[in-house]
Structures are given as C-alpha cells and as structure tokens.
C-alpha cells in the first residue's frame, strides 16, 4: 500500500476521535440518539476544521447495521464502504467542480430512487457556495421536501454565498477553528501512533502556524517528519514552517526596550535574507507582544502563550514593558499589516513600524523635569483658584445687597422674551423725530429690503420703521425673536445700516425693538411730554400748532405698509386702493 499523508491516514472515524467541536458533536448525537434527525444540514467553518469528516461519521452513524447510534461501530459492512468510499448510497459531490445546473439535476432525478443497501441515502455535497445561481434554484424544492430515505450534508467554507432561501431549509451548524492545545493532542496521539519522537515545543509550533486548521497541522508535521533525519528539532520546525523562534523575537524586543533601532532594523534585514515574509512576520510579532501582555498582566496564564514561554526570561522582559505600551506596540503592528495587503513594499512598512515602536517607551514616560514642572503649574493653578474663590465669597454680599436696586432696572432693559431694549435712546430719538425723517426711511425701504441677503431680509418680514430722526431711527418687529436674531446676528447689524446709507446718504443710527415694547415706550413717552391725540373737537380749539402735534401724527402713522407707501408714491394715493383679503 502506498504511503499516505498524516491528514488522510488519521481521518477520525468517529465522533469521538474529532478535535473540539463538541458543540456540534453533542448535538448531532443527541438526534441519532432520539431519533430527531432532519432532511438537510449545512456545516460551515474555516477550512481544516472537520466538516467533511463529521458529515462521513454522521452518514455512518446513520446507516450503521447497529444504529442509528451515537457513534458508529467501523466494523459492519455499511461503516467499512462508506469509510472506503464504496458505498453507493452515500455520495460525496463537490460543488467547486460541478457547479452547473444540468449535475444538479442529475442529483435529483436520482433522489427519488430508495437506497440500494443502506438505510437512507445521504448527499455530501462540498464547497456548495460554488453553485451556480441555476443549480440552487434547482436544488430549491427538492432541498425542501426530499425523500423521506434522503439526507442532504451541505458543507462550506464561505455560508455568506449561499442564498438564504437554502439556508433556511437547513440546520446550520458552525465549526470553529481548533484550538492550539487539540492541535497539539491531535498531533502527539499521531506520532505516538506512528512511533516518531517529538519535542512539545516542535509540535507548538505547528500548530501556531496552522492558525485553527487541523488538515494544515497534520499537513506540515508529515513535512517536518520528511524533512527531519531522526528527531524533529525547532529548527527544523522554524524553516519548515516559516515560523520565527521565540528567542529572535527576544532580541528584537531587547533591542526596542533599549531603543537601538539599528539593533532592531539588522534583525529584522537579517530575517528577511533568510526568505521570512514580512507580512507573516508583522503577523507573529503581534502575537509575541500579545504573549507579553499576558505575562505582564496574568503571568499565571502560562498555557495561553503561543511563542513565548513562561520561563523567568521572559517574565524579566515582559516586566520591562508598560500595559499602555504593549496596547500601542499592538495597535502599530495591527495598522502596519492592514497597510501591507495594498503595497508592494511590505519590507518598508515593517521597518517603519520598527522605528515607531522604537520610540513608544519614550513617548509612554515622563521624564523627572517635566514632572516636576508639572507639579509647579498645577500649585499656581491652586493658588489662583483659592484667590478667585476669595474673590467670589466676598462679592456675593456686596451683590446680595445691591441686587435689589439693580433688578428693576435690567427688568426694564429686557423685554419679555429675553430681548435689551435701550428705552432711554429710543425716547430720545422720539424727542427729534419728524415725519419727514420717517418718510425717508419709509420711502426707501421697499428697495433696502430687495437688496438684503435672503436670510436677513426674511428677518425683516414683520419689521417696520416706527419713527426717525435725522441720523438715527427706530425698527419695531413684530416677534421678540426676530429682534433678538436681528441683533445678535453681527453680519446683518454691519451690513443693513451700510445698505441704507447707500440708498438715503446717511449712515443711520438702528435701534431695534419689539412690538409689545415698543407700544409701552410710546404711551410712556405721550404722557411725559404732555402730548393728546388730537380729535375733531380738540383740533378747532387748538389756539398754536404745536410741534409734538406734528410728531403725534407721525407716530400714529408707523403702522403704514412700506409696500403701500412705495405704490403711493409711485401712482398717488387717489389711484391706490388697499383690499385686505
């Protein structure tokens, strides 16, 4: 018989010589067991991880002459076909090679047809992401609702292919990848078998490199076994693999913690001439840190190491490094290998992660002066704190006793809405405001607001001047809102009297105020002055024309529509009609 590979050889027979899954192992003994088997299953994972093997023991397991059972016996006939292969009734179909519809359909004209001499017939069909679009559809009923002799084992590397209609029709079953320590059983149980010496430390290596899979494992201890003479030795391991020794990851960690980077860039070169790769070596140093940060924060935790030991050499260089420093050395490397898949010149990438890791203990420390010129600012922020808090103790009596005083009169500076309302410069702009001024402002106030901004014209929407004097006058806004836009919005208060003195010549003076005080200012200043609206019968005995009769009527006129004063202007009064709809 010919020579057969370690992976081939030592295929486990049943469920229980599988490594881990034993999430899935229960489960799917549970069903034999109660007899709560179904029609499809899809098993999804890494590669290496023991799909296709499961789906051949679960077969075996049901058309065991003995079952079904929880494990099956490998001593009947059906078990020793279905292990050679030969049995008719379990058929193994690979997806990656017959992905079109017309092998799909073969499959299931031939479903229909019972089982020649076996219980039921079972379809493995592997890598089924490979289906074409035609062969799923095709697959679709019959996946649904097969035979009751028929059993369907879908198994992938990729689930997200499969289209969710499939995987509905399915129990999913999800293999993880293998931990280091089954790899490591797996493998002393083989060469145990096999009568090969091995070294523990060989085997870790192994099955650090094999990142879960337990066919690539296998696969590269039968390569270190050929490659060795009469032991396997790390060194053999080392080349075989491509993996790194923990003691150059020494050095290189070494030279980084005394910050000699032409130390570090020379190992890293003297690695890459030995044909490393340096994206599998930024890969490993990753995982050299990650061990260090164990040792650092858990040292009891010897068996989560993968490349260092927990050997006091190691716990001296880890107690060397910082927590916060291992996070950012990680966090470089991490980076530094994300970028190395889009270049071409992995080798520069590595070296600068090198340097930057070079310098994260400086950056991590503080130094004894800047320390100390910490601790001096942080004792004059003290004593100006405890001077300002003086400060404040002592102006709040003083506060206390002249708030009252000072409350009434920043009440009368504020409107009801929060708006300061300069009343007294109001008051005296009315003292000169004549109606011809007014008229000035009114008669241009169409064009000023054609001209604004947009957003500062809709400001203005329910504005109007009220009064005005010969360089200065009053805007009264409808909503207290608005007024308060209108002066906070630096913008609009440079721009708007700077618009007018373009279109009237004067460089006008703008106090805005809303409507509701505005009303009081006016009756307030009416009364101070002595001033009465004039009536029919007041108006004949009226023995002198006083002035402030003149400026009564101008404010009573303020209410005036600037669009109606504009069209006034324009085709006389007599021709404008006003109609409020």
Not at 56 to 71: Q, T, V
Not at 136 to 152: D, I, Q, S
Not at 452 to 461: C, E, G, P, V, Y
Request: net charge negative; charged share 25%.
């Amino acid at each position: 018989m010919s020579y057969q590979a370690f992976y081939r050889a030592y295929r486990p027979q049943s469920f229980a010589e599988m490594s881990g899954q034993t999430h899935i192992k229960q489960t799917l003994q549970n069903a034999l067991l109660y007899n709560k088997t179904t029609h499809a299953y899809l098993f999804s994972g890494p590669r290496g991880t023991g799909k296709t093997s499961a789906a051949k023991i679960f077969a075996k397991a049901l058309n065991c002459e003995n079952g079904p059972a929880k494990e099956p016996c490998n001593t009947c006939e059906t078990c020793k076909s279905i292990t050679e292969g030969s049995n008719t009734d379990v058929i193994e179909f690979d997806a990656a090679s017959n992905s079109r519809v017309e092998e799909m359909r073969d499959i299931i004209e031939k479903v229909r047809f019972a089982p020649s001499n076996a219980k039921y017939k079972v379809y493995i069909i592997d890598e089924v992401h490979m289906l074409s679009t035609s062969a799923f559809n095709a697959l679709l009923k019959t996946l649904e609702e097969p035979p009751a002799h028929a059993v369907f084992i879908l198994a992938t590397t990729e689930p997200h292919k499969i289209p969710l209609t499939i995987i509905s029709r399915c129990q999913r079953f999800d293999f993880k990848r293998i931990t280091s320590s089954d790899i490591v059983s797996r493998m002393e149980e083989v060469l145990t078998d096999a009568k090969i010496e091995y070294d523990e430390d060989v085997l870790k290596i192994i099955a650090q490199s094999a990142a879960g899979g337990m066919r690539d494992a296998l696969s590269m201890l039968d390569q270190v076994v050929s490659f060795s003479a009469d032991k396997m030795t790390i060194e053999d391991a080392l080349l075989v693999t491509g993996s790194i020794g923990q003691e150059v990851f020494f050095q290189l960690a070494d030279a980084l913690i005394d910050k000699d980077i032409a130390k570090a860039l020379a190992c890293i070169e003297k690695l890459i001439e030995d044909g490393k790769d340096p994206v599998r070596l930024t890969e490993d140093f990753i995982t050299f840190y990650r061990d260090l940060l164990v040792l650092l924060v858990a040292p009891e935790q010897t068996e989560l190491l993968e490349i260092a030991t927990g050997d006091s050499m190691f716990l001296e260089l880890a107690s060397k490094f910082q927590v916060d420093t291992l996070y950012k050395g990680i966090s470089i490397l991490t980076n530094t290998q994300q970028e190395m898949r889009f270049s071409n010149h992995a080798k520069v990438y590595l070296e600068t992660a090198i340097i930057r890791l070079a310098h994260v203990p400086k950056e991590g420390t503080v130094s004894s002066e800047s320390n100390s010129e910490l601790e001096t600012k942080v004792r004059v922020l003290e004593t100006q704190l405890q001077q300002l808090q003086q400060q404040l103790s002592q102006g709040m009596t003083l506060q206390a006793t002249t708030g009252t005083q000072d409350q009434p009169k920043r009440q009368r500076q504020k409107s009801s809405g929060g708006v300061k309302v300069s009343s007294g410069r109001i008051s005296e702009i009315l003292k000169t405001a004549t109606k011809t001024d007014i008229q000035v402002i009114k008669s241009q106030w169409a064009s000023i607001l054609q001209q604004l901004q947009k957003s500062h014209a809709a400001l203005l929407n329910d504005a109007e001047p009220v009064a005005a004097s010969s360089n200065a006058f009053v805007l009264k806004f409808k909503y207290d809102i608005h007024c308060q836009m209108a002066m906070e919005n630096k913008t609009f208060s440079t721009s708007f009297p700077q618009l007018i003195a373009n279109l009237t010549g004067t460089m006008y003076e703008v106090l805005y105020v809303p409507e509701e005080n505005w009303l009081k200012i006016r009756e307030d200043f009416i009364k101070q002055n002595g001033l009465k609206q004039s009536t029919p019968e007041t108006e004949g005995n009226s023995s002198e024309p006083n002035d402030s009769m003149e400026l009564l009527q101008a404010m009573e006129q303020v209410s005036e529509d600037p669009l109606i004063v504009e069209a006034e202007k324009l085709f006389g009064k007599e021709f404008v009609e006003v109609q409020d709809n």
